[in-house]
């Protein structure tokens, strides 16, 4: 979900995790949305209303008698939201959403709720494990409510268990993927990212400088759209996208393996990867030393095998096969040969060396070539952005 001018309401309850919702709204005002916070009495024991009130730049409700607008402010917050998250929430809201009890703002707000609704508990181990805890919130969760599981880790109380609030960026990504139409639903979608390592011997390696950036953000996209993902990935420093299926690799060998065997059954398959296209001829299996090598280090390589070419081989005609190329020159010419080489349906370009593009940025400067000879240009934006248009694409062809 783009979050540019959606109405976010925010409810906020009587737990120490409260502070970390002030970063939620700040993240979530960052990415354009208007956040409204209603206040549980006990959530002013941990974060003062006049915080919530400067990050949002809005009026934050705490009681229902003491509104403005006839009494009816809390009506038309609940109607005027596109998406409601409750963090942390107590077992006592939790308790009162579950049966429908209105005795405060927030829960009485949220009986004229009609968007949907997450629910972020934070509590201590015990209660959250608590069977009147958990049945009320499989009550929730039958009524349609996405019921966000709590962190394991030391809680506030000492004790370690499940219980602590997720990260606010994770909470913003979980709420997008449950906001996010499901247009992939049923759909395998199978991706590569990051680069290979090609070992030279125990302790040296061939590679590049992938940062897998662009293939993780695909795969984030494809599964808040529904899809069913598979990471095929070599070794980066990122987090693992939530709901994927993470297969970590190093060499393009391992690559090829698992991604032959799964591009069998896959719908579609997005071969970001840069793969390293070849490996030293022989892998020592000691460490080479300097005293061993007289004539300097020469290192033989052989080719690695062309994973896309050989899925574009096999692949059928219900099969989606996007590759990616990044060239330094003849950009449109050099990329469709690809296309065409490798018979794909679709190819993502990218030239190397335009400032804020390339590997290891957040953002890219991209172009589309299909296999029908059309083609689009894009500016220089996040590749995240470029992951929601690339799987909007996609959508749209396979029908
Ligand atoms: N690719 C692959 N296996 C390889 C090499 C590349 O699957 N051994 C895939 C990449 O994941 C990418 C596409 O092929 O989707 C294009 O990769 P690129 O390195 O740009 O192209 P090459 O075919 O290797 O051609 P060159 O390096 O000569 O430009």
Redesign the pocket.
């Known amino acids: 979900m783009n979050f540019e001018n959606k109405n976010i309401l925010l409810g906020v309850c009587g737990g120490i995790a409260a502070y970390k919702v002030c970063e939620l709204v700040r993240l979530l005002k960052k990415q354009g949305a208007n956040v409204n916070v209603i206040m549980t009495k006990s959530a002013q024991y941990f974060v003062g209303k006049t915080t919530f009130q400067v990050l949002s730049e809005q009026k934050v409700l705490t009681d229902l008698f003491e509104e403005d607008s006839l009494g009816i402010q809390h009506i038309e917050l609940a109607s005027n939201a596109d998406a409601v998250v409750i963090a942390p929430a107590t077992a006592n809201i939790i308790a009162k959403l579950a049966t429908g009890i209105a005795d405060d703002a927030l829960s009485t707000t949220m009986l004229a709720v009609r968007a949907p609704v997450m629910i972020c508990p934070a509590m201590n181990s015990d209660m959250y494990e608590n069977l009147r805890v958990q049945r009320n919130l499989d009550v929730l969760t039958n009524d349609g409510f996405y019921v966000l599981e709590p962190d394991f880790g030391e809680l506030a109380c000492k004790v370690t268990g499940t219980g602590r609030l997720p990260d606010p960026q994770y909470i913003i990504d979980r709420l997008d993927s449950f906001l996010a139409v499901k247009d992939l639903k049923n759909k395998k979608v199978l991706i590569?990212a990051g680069p290979t390592i090609e070992a030279i011997d125990p302790v040296r390696y061939i590679s590049n400088h992938s940062s897998g950036k662009m293939g993780y953000e695909i795969a984030r996209s494809a599964e808040k759209r529904g899809g069913e993902v598979t990471l095929v990935s070599g070794p980066v420093s990122l987090d693992s996208p939530a709901n994927v299926e993470l297969i970590n690799i190093e060499s393009?060998d391992q690559?090829?393996e698992n991604?032959l065997e799964r591009a069998k059954t896959a719908d579609i398959i997005i071969?970001?990867?840069?793969?390293?296209?070849y490996k030293p001829t022989d892998v020592a299996s000691e460490k080479i030393k300097k005293k061993d090598l007289k004539n300097g280090f020469n290192i033989a390589f052989k080719?690695?095998?062309?994973?896309?070419?050989?899925?574009g081989k096999i692949k059928t005609k219900n099969q989606f096969l996007?590759?990616?190329?990044?060239?330094t020159d003849d950009l449109e010419k050099?990329a469709c040969l690809?296309m065409e080489?490798?018979n794909l349906d679709m190819?993502v370009a990218n030239p190397i060396g335009v400032p804020g593009a390339g590997f290891k940025e957040d953002t890219n400067k991209v172009q589309f070539f299909y296999k029908d000879g059309s083609k689009e240009d894009f500016a220089l934006m996040e590749k995240k952005a470029i992951a929601d248009i690339l799987i909007d694409r996609i959508v749209a062809r396979i029908g």
Do not use: H
């Open positions: 590569s393009c690559m090829a991604m071969k970001v990867a840069a793969v390293a296209d080719e690695n095998i062309d994973i896309l070419k050989t899925i996007v590759g990616f190329a990044a060239e050099n690809k080489n490798k190819i």
